[in-house]
């Protein structure tokens, strides 16, 4: 189960803080869109996530979007919060989550992966060692295989649920 849990959890990317980040000592944050910024094929972003966008480069941090979407759907997007993104990652595959450090010329180590699914950006970011933000689903998606998926994370949320936010960081990093 260690590869499937998450550094941290947050119900939504806007109750991620400069101090959460500063204490994952990360400087580069990557994110997911689809019911993270905003609602699965939505081009709208959800309320609040542009500016806390920008709150969080103004406290020094370098975002990016990583998203397994076409650039077609992500580009626009991405557009609107004025961020350099990856499309067609194949998360949890390593290598976008490395072309995605090497971009900003930092590491794996220095960077936190934000998502809402256990066995893309979770997974994902475990495997390349970076440090991960899982947040709750914006909205239930409707297909068989999101709900299998979503079935076989509650164990997850459930180990989430019952840790403190500082006890997971330090669970994680020793």
Aim: proline fraction near 6%.
């Amino acid at each position: 189960m260690a590869l499937l849990m998450p550094t941290a959890a947050v119900d939504r990317v806007t109750d991620i803080t400069s101090n959460l980040l500063h204490t994952l000592s990360v400087e580069t944050v990557l994110i997911d869109v689809d019911n993270t910024l905003a609602l699965r094929g939505s081009q709208e972003p959800l309320p609040g996530t542009v500016e806390w966008s920008w709150n969080i480069r103004r406290a020094g941090f370098q975002l990016a979007i990583m998203s397994n979407n076409f650039a077609k759907r992500v580009g626009p997007f991405a557009a609107k919060y004025e961020l350099p993104f990856l499309s067609l990652c194949m998360k949890p595959l390593p290598y976008a989550y490395h072309r995605a450090v090497r971009g900003f010329g930092t590491s794996c180590q220095k960077a936190v992966v934000v998502g809402d699914q256990v066995f893309t950006d979770i997974l994902g970011a475990n495997l390349v060692r970076m440090k991960s933000i899982l947040l709750t689903p914006i909205e239930e998606e409707s297909s068989l295989s999101f709900r299998v998926r979503r079935c076989l994370e509650k164990p997850v949320r459930e180990k989430m649920k019952s840790q403190p936010i500082d006890k997971s960081i330090h669970h994680k990093e020793e």
